[in-house]
């Protein structure tokens, strides 16, 4: 596996807003996305998705988007998305897939990220925004980026203002519900640093679309 390169665990703050678009599972998809600008590639390695891919299918998405991050001159980041698997399955994953950085979108104790982490892997840690309010008013912080999604991933449901009663401090990552009809609006009144999306750029569930991923990006980045 290709180790990362040092970056600080969250993004700066203050540049553009960060996008990632997620589930992708073919070279077109792939190259479309970097070439039009997005910052990190999603590959589902999590089980019974639409959108799953093997480690070694996301192992020859992450080389397409290196090649073409390559050719434009730029990083991107590439992300395996697991949810409610073992540390060990995950760890492995990761390593077959090449990825920079593992997103952990289940019950998974904050001793897999440790672990992740140690092995040179970033985290991102998602959360459906309601669990994220019980955590927060627990006193639960996370070292990680934080991403908050609807209470059903890739559900196109969005996150409504009485399941996130407080938005978090600094650089977070909004999921959930977003297509390039609403996201300019969603980040002007939610203001995340950053935002994913996957069934709001596809033609049918988990076939992504061309067109929508760019009128994504360029629709996102004027927020």
Not at 11 to 32: D, F, M, N, R, Y
Not at 184 to 195: D, H, M, N, T, Y
């Amino acid at each position: 596996m290709t180790q990362p390169s040092a970056q600080p665990t969250h993004a700066p703050l203050g540049a553009h807003l960060w996008v990632k678009i997620c589930g992708l599972s073919t070279p077109e998809s792939v190259e479309t996305a970097v070439a039009a600008g997005a910052d990190a590639l999603g590959f589902v390695l999590a089980e019974r998705s639409p959108r799953t891919v093997d480690a070694g299918r996301a192992a020859e998405l992450v080389a397409v988007a290196r090649d073409a991050a390559r050719r434009a001159g730029r990083d991107v980041e590439t992300v395996a998305v697991v949810r409610d698997q073992a540390p060990d399955v995950v760890e492995r994953l990761a390593r077959e897939a090449g990825v920079d950085t593992v997103q952990l979108h289940g019950e998974e104790p904050d001793s897999a990220a440790d672990g992740l982490r140690a092995l040179g892997f970033r985290v991102i840690r998602a959360l459906a925004a309601g669990d994220y309010t019980a955590r927060r008013a627990a006193g639960w912080t996370t070292p990680d980026r934080l991403l908050l999604d609807a209470a059903v991933p890739g559900s196109g449901t969005r996150i409504t203002a009485e399941e996130l009663t407080e938005a978090p401090d600094g650089f977070w990552i909004l999921a959930g519900g977003l297509s390039p009809a609403n996201v300019a609006e969603a980040v002007a009144g939610l203001r995340p640093g950053g935002v994913d999306v996957s069934s709001g750029v596809e033609s049918s569930r988990g076939v992504k679309d061309l067109g929508l991923i760019r009128e994504f990006i360029a629709n996102a980045r004027p927020a």
